[in-house]
């Protein structure tokens, strides 16, 4: 919905969104409580009456309660402001940027965007009062190379004096490991194609006249290992990376920043093992958590699982930056903002008036998914976000003579989107999902016209410290917790290559997980180094603030956020850590004994059995060489999440507890609780000494364990110590836990959903009961199925009548594999049955399938289960059917022919699809 001016009610009644120009006056009214909690009514309702009281004469343009808490005013006498800013529930105002009131920012300079999220995050503050910057640390950037001719990243390349000392191209412009395998390497890691690389480092280390990275004077080292988009899926293999980690360690970087992902989902996964081990050998691991929040639970990928790895979530940042569209209509002229190009190198350029048009595709959808019947030519087109990739959407508009595409996103906040491919040669962006639909009501009343050139426009985000809807989420496969810690990765504003404009917007935990890094260094200079890897990552996670959870009344769930959004003000003041700083306590079987086993730290056996009721151990320090510490502790619950619905089936978007919008009070017996056992309250800590503590955390138990919930929450320590400041500071531990037993969950969807089935090869429909097929080079079956949780093993064999194994299937033998997203084209997976079967599990021993009577079966192997044990499995028949006749002799060279590719490459993050 739009930001609009509404027509003139009452002085201060809140009033319908109408119309998109904004006036001079407009600003945004930010409340002091979090949003979505009990209090944002309440501050609501103050807000009118204190406002009528005092006589303020303004219109509510927009009423913020899921995301912000707060109104959009239109103040038609600003002097008024200051008398509003001192009302009750005011926190702060800011002036409203999104349309006339833009900030336009010459190509030389920068937006102060990332400025202003440093102004949330204690960076400013450092920056300011300890003068900390990173000096003498060294930090490398495993990425898409950097243009170190930035003005803003120094300019230079190994010179005295010069940021950039280390680094290393391992694949050069022309390579991608889908299209060309063979990388070639070069000295010179330049990147002047891409800007992935460009943006995380400017995040990091950017020093210009108006912009400032986390950690300005840091030492860089660059290690390339992408190449340039439009040479395929701009994807690189795993060995390459390892060759870059290799040679980050070689050139002993003390934090490495890791933004991309992907690989199997699990910490077994190489590059996770690999980012451990640099961990083990005292490099801070820096990754980002994976853009996958929208599919849910169990998204976040390698390498930022590995052990000891910092993997970062994401949180929008309090202002959007970027290049503006003017938009001109019957109605209003006003200007939007839009996100990078889909294709860095085809810029959303258009000096003069151009056309916007709205159409339907050939199917009747606005999608933009198949053929136009019409032609657009020299018409932009405005298309609804969803059903097919950017790249289909480009494509089918350049065929219909489009000039341009505009995405609407279907969510509301901006994204950054992947349209490359050699045969799109306009360029596509995303724009809001409000403006997308302001755009179509002036559609309505008539023609319009947009013209786009390089001016910068800043506006205030009203999800601006609140999670991004992209982030992944957690846990591991083994519930280990993830991600880590959130950082501002939504609308960042950074440098890019100056061949692509020299600045650009990006939303990511790619850009979430730099600064997260930059913060790292920060706290290496404060201590000098003399600190240890586990002690940066105390630092950086116990110091964060928890967010409240959007769809609930209650904490966001670690498995969202980590220990929340973090802040190095308050890292590098910390007089006192816990160990350790995250509490996984695996699942739950609903015994009322306690249980002192559990996964404290990544990578121990889990055990068999966890109760309702499970003890942790923690020490605590008191880093003050002369003051005594006092502690207490307070449990801060936060929402319970779970993937499946009541009724049992499958739920893309988690299902919260408490509910969202819900204003029965919230059983206490619904939410975890947690006390400390021993010592006896209150704490007392000598100084530079510790304290073993055993905290009991206990599960809830009106929840239902049919509903397979993971539970969480915050253990708040509460330190005073007794020096003449009377300093005191806070740390939060956070916990997760399965409610059930996690050992017993079903890895396959339930036959009720379709799945798993067989069907002739390119049919939807299964095979009906004793059917008889013909395999041959034309005819083939296709096995179906769905992993609605992640599978440590999985087993698809051809059995005979008496359900002994025949042989295994192309694929048919999978280790650590994640489950399948629900997005349009990874709802499923599938094997063929193609004529050759398999003796062994490593699938080297091929034979020719014979004529006869069989099943499919699968076997999936259930959560923390032994892959040795048989009664560790789900097992799926399914239906009996008759091969007459096998007259293709496959080999293992080709029977795999179309399988679904279930390989290790890696995706960079930051461009969302």
Partial sequence: MALGIPTQQSAIAPSKPGFTAIQPGAYFVEFYGEPASPECDYEHEQFYKEASAYGISMYTRNTFKRLFNGVSVNLPDTRHLERLESLSAVKRTWPMQM??????????????????????????????????????????????GVDYMHPDLGGCWKTPGCPFQYGYDFVGDGYDSASTPHPVPDPDPRDTCDGHGTHVTGIIAAHGSRFSGVAPNVTLGVYRIFGCPGNGAGQSADDVILKAMEAAHADRMDVINMSFGGGSGWSEDPLSVAASRLVQDGIVMVASAGNDGSNGLYTSGSPGLGAGVINVASFENWMITSLSIDIAGTGANYSIVHSASGNNKIRFIFGTPTEVVA??????????CAPYSESYNGQVLLVRRGNCTFVDKAAYAQSAGAVGVMVYNNEPDLMSPTSVSPNVTIPLVVIKLDDGQSILNELKMGTVTLTATNRTVSTSNPAGGQISRFSSWGPDPELHQSPAIGAPGGNIFSTFPLDLGGYASLSGTSMASPYVAGMAALILQARSKDVSVDEVRRLLLESAHPKTDTNSTALMSPLRQGSGLADIWESVSLMSTIDPPQLSLNYTDGSDDSATSGLDTPHEQPPRRVSSQTVRTLTLYNHSPSSFMTCTMTNLAASSVSSFMTNGSFAVVPRSWPEANSSAPVPADTQPRAIIE?????????????????????????????????????LRFNLLWDDKEGTSQSLHVPYTGFLGDYTKLDVLSVPEEGLPFVSLKGSSDALDENAHVVIDSEHKLAVHYRLEHPTRVLKLRLVDDRNTTVGYLPNGYIEYLGRNYQSARGRYSNSTINGTLYEDTDLTKPFDAQPGSYRVRIDALRPLRDPSDPEGYQIWHSSRFVIDSVSVSMTAANSADDDDDLGGDVVRNGDTA
């Fill in 99 to 144: 349309r006339s009131r833009s900030m336009a920012i010459p190509s030389s300079n920068v937006s102060p965007n990332l400025m202003f999220a440093h102004d949330h995050t204690g960076v400013s503050k450092v920056h300011s009062e300890l003068g900390l910057g990173g000096n003498g640390i060294k930090v490398g950037v495993i990425d898409t």
């Fill in 359 to 368: 159409p339907t595709d050939s199917t009747g959808s606005v999608n933009g």
């Fill in 678 to 714: 021993s010592p006896a309250l209150p704490i007392r800590v000598a100084p530079g000494s510790a304290q073993v503590i055993t905290v009991r955390i206990i599960a809830p138990s009106g929840l239902s364990n049919d509903d397979k919930w993971l539970f969480g929450g915050y």
